[in-house]
């Protein structure tokens, strides 16, 4: 499966501790210091960003594995598209709904995500004109 094929639903959510909130907007300011949860991609693969499409695989998921760390969303396509094309340099890929005990989940590399991203950001740019 590529990342057109996927149902992307929204707001997708991440795991992330050490961020900082801007007071304007009340969005997660993604700079040098967030840290946020990055499991093998498959395994013996290299690390990549996890995502949740629902709010309680990722509360479950952090309860289970990393109870320090905020469900955080990315509440439309473009704020996935700019949260990717932070992280972009330094992870490849993206794991989605990842199960902790199967170690299970859907994986995209991540410009793939971003060329999806820049597409339903168009479609729902077309929707609000």
Same mark, same amino acid.
């Given at each position: 499966?590529?990342? /057109?094929?996927?149902?992307? !639903?929204?707001?997708? *959510?991440?795991?992330? !501790?050490? *961020?900082?909130?801007?007071?304007?907007?009340?969005?997660?300011?993604?700079?040098?210091?967030? $840290?946020?949860?990055?499991?093998?991609?498959?395994?013996?693969?290299?690390?990549?960003?996890?995502?949740?499409?629902?709010?309680?695989?990722?509360?479950?998921? $952090?309860?289970?594995? /990393?109870?320090?760390?905020?469900?955080?969303?990315?509440? !439309?396509? /473009?704020?996935?598209?700019?949260?990717?094309?932070?992280?972009?340099? #330094? *992870?490849?890929?993206?794991?989605? #709904?990842?199960?902790?005990? !199967? $170690?299970?989940?859907?994986?995209?590399?991540?410009?793939?995500?971003?060329?999806?991203?820049?597409?339903?950001?168009?479609?729902? %740019?077309?929707? %609000?004109?």
């Amino acid at each position: 499966m590529n990342a /057109s094929e996927f149902v992307w !639903t929204f707001p997708v *959510y991440i795991l992330a !501790t050490n *961020y900082t909130m801007s007071p304007a907007t009340e969005k997660v300011i993604f700079d040098d210091k967030i $840290r946020f949860i990055t499991p093998e991609a498959w395994p013996g693969g290299p690390c990549a960003i996890a995502l949740f499409t629902d709010a309680h695989l990722a509360e479950q998921f $952090r309860d289970e594995s /990393s109870p320090g760390l905020d469900v955080l969303p990315l509440r !439309t396509p /473009s704020a996935l598209k700019e949260f990717l094309e932070r992280a972009k340099g #330094d *992870y490849l890929a993206v794991v989605v #709904d990842l199960n902790r005990k !199967t $170690r299970r989940a859907t994986p995209f590399f991540v410009q793939e995500a971003i060329a999806e991203m820049d597409r339903l950001t168009s479609y729902e %740019n077309d929707l %609000n004109d």
